[in-house]
T-cell receptor
Framework: EAGVAQSPRYKIIEKRQSVAFWCNPI?????LYWYQQILGQGPKLLIQ????????DSQLPKDRFSAERLKGVDSTLKIQPAKLEDSAVYLC?????????????FGPGTRLTVL | GENVEQHPSTLSVQEGDSAVIKCTYS??????FPWYKQELGKGPQLIID?????GEKKDQRIAVTLNKTAKHFSLHITETQPEDSAVYFC???????????FGGGTRVLVKP
């Protein structure tokens, strides 16, 4: 079974530029998550989708971050404009359902460096 | 919201010894507590989990314990091996929504 795919794996940009990350979840998984993992910290949930609807985006900085999952499968996370403090690994995860006890499977992440 | 504290932040053990990582959580509504292992350049991978109606769970060399009254849970790794070297994260999730709140992580180094 193929895992969660993410691209690109690495991205370096200047502050105030924009950037987009792509995620393809495990086939059949209805729930998709984006996490931000700052170096030396645990992942922090940014947004959770159930199919193509948003379940939780309470920690998403909506003035600069946006995410979509138009067809309920793959997803894109965008940052515009980027700040230095956005340097982090952006992890995508998926689970079969949004109910508790459902294992979340993580992709390898995209490492973003903002200069 | 939920807050998860994890200790220690780093742990160095001799191969064959045991390692223990402890976490506390704040939200009494949390009822699912997974543990993830993250190797360099990879995403976290679930290694074991425990539900609130269970006090202890074991899987080969790994065990987790949960004390709901005290709101803390622990990971125990016995007979550590070099391949156990990684960063370990605890997490907590409420009954609905499957939202995970992670601890800050523990970097475990197993010395041969």
């Amino acid at each position: 079974e193929a895992g969660v795919a993410q691209s690109p794996r690495y991205k370096i940009i200047e502050k105030r530029q924009s950037v987009a990350f792509w995620c393809n979840p495990i086939s059949g998984h209805a729930t998709l998550y984006w996490y931000q993992q700052i170096l030396g910290q645990g992942p922090k949930l940014l947004i959770q989708f159930q199919n193509n609807g948003v379940v939780d985006d309470s920690q998403l900085p909506k003035d600069r971050f946006s995410a979509e999952r138009l067809k309920g499968v793959d997803s894109t996370l965008k940052i515009q404009p980027a700040k230095l403090e956005d340097s982090a690994v952006y992890l995508c995860a998926s689970s079969l359902l949004a109910r508790s006890y459902n294992e979340q499977f993580f992709g390898p992440g995209t490492r973003l460096t903002v200069l | 919201g939920e807050n998860v504290e994890q200790h220690p932040s780093t742990l160095s053990v001799q191969e064959g010894d045991s390692a223990v990582i402890k976490c506390t959580y704040s939200d009494s509504a949390s009822n699912y507590f997974p543990w993830y292992k993250q190797e360099l350049g990879k995403g976290p991978q679930l290694i074991i989990d425990i539900r609130s109606n269970v006090g202890e769970k074991k899987d080969q060399r790994i065990a987790v314990t949960l004390n709901k009254t005290a709101k803390h849970f622990s990971l125990h790794i016995t007979e550590t091996q070099p391949e156990d070297s990684a960063v370990y994260f605890c997490a907590a999730s409420p009954a609905a929504g499957n939202k995970l709140t992670f601890g800050g992580g523990t970097r475990v180094l197993v010395k041969p």
